[in-house]
């Protein structure tokens, strides 16, 4: 029995030694796209059109609405194939385009890494419960099925991380935020330092006011 659980601990140290096979790239590609508009709402009508265009959609759709500005954050999911033409779209756009950042990261070795060590998890799992049909002892078999525990718990992870991996790779992202500036808030600004030293004029009239009426208060002294 020793010798059984030996061999499947050492194997798995070397997941690479499992058979070679062809391997097709895995590129995840995401990026980063900031727009200053004027006419938010129209423009997000456009981005409507232009993800209906490529079967894409919206992971999280935010809107918020101050008095100086007004803002879209925009999640956007599509297949990686059409990524470029979308992105090229949306700049396409009336706008100014003040952020950029296009990323493409390639995870071909962890997918497939992380693949190989799955296979040779299923494997030892299929190993050890051959191993519990065989148990005599309760000791060994409490053991072997701790074993088990631990290889299915790997075996879990292994598969979330593939997956999550497919579904990266298979839809790229693009997390879009549109701006508009109010216009009113941009004169309100440039009058602000004016509005400031009338009410300065202001305040230091009432103060020399209050200090005139003390001194009359206090002329017969």
Do not use: C
């Not at 727009?35 to 959609?57: C, H, M, P, W």
């Not at 990266?168 to 602000?192: A, D, G, I």
């Amino acid at each position: 029995q020793k010798t059984e659980e030996s061999t499947p601990d050492q194997k798995k140290q070397s997941p690479d030694s499992a058979p070679k096979q062809n391997k097709s790239t895995k590129i995840i590609k995401d990026g980063y796209l900031e727009l200053e508009v004027k006419g938010i709402e129209n423009v997000k009508r456009s981005i409507d059109t232009i993800l209906k265009k490529y079967n894409a959609y919206y992971e999280n759709d935010q809107y918020t609405n101050s008095e100086y500005q007004s803002n879209y954050s925009l999640k956007i999911r599509i297949k990686a194939s059409s990524f470029d033409q979308m992105v090229n779209n949306v700049m396409d756009i009336d706008g100014v385009v003040k952020n950029k950042n296009i990323n493409a990261r390639d995870v071909t070795d962890d997918y497939y890494d992380t693949e190989s060590r799955l296979n040779s998890s299923k494997k030892y799992l299929t190993r050890y419960y051959d191993l519990l049909s065989k148990a005599k002892s309760i000791k060994d078999i409490m053991d072997i099925e701790e074993k088990i525990q631990q290889i299915q718990i790997e075996i879990d992870s292994y598969e979330g991380r593939l997956k999550y991996m497919d579904d990266q790779v298979s839809y790229s992202t693009l997390n879009l935020t549109l701006k508009e500036n109010h216009e009113f808030y941009s004169q309100s600004t440039k009058q602000h330092f004016g509005k400031k030293v009338i009410n300065a004029f202001k305040a230091g009239g009432d103060i020399l006011a209050n200090i005139i009426l003390v001194l009359i208060t206090l002329w017969p002294l």
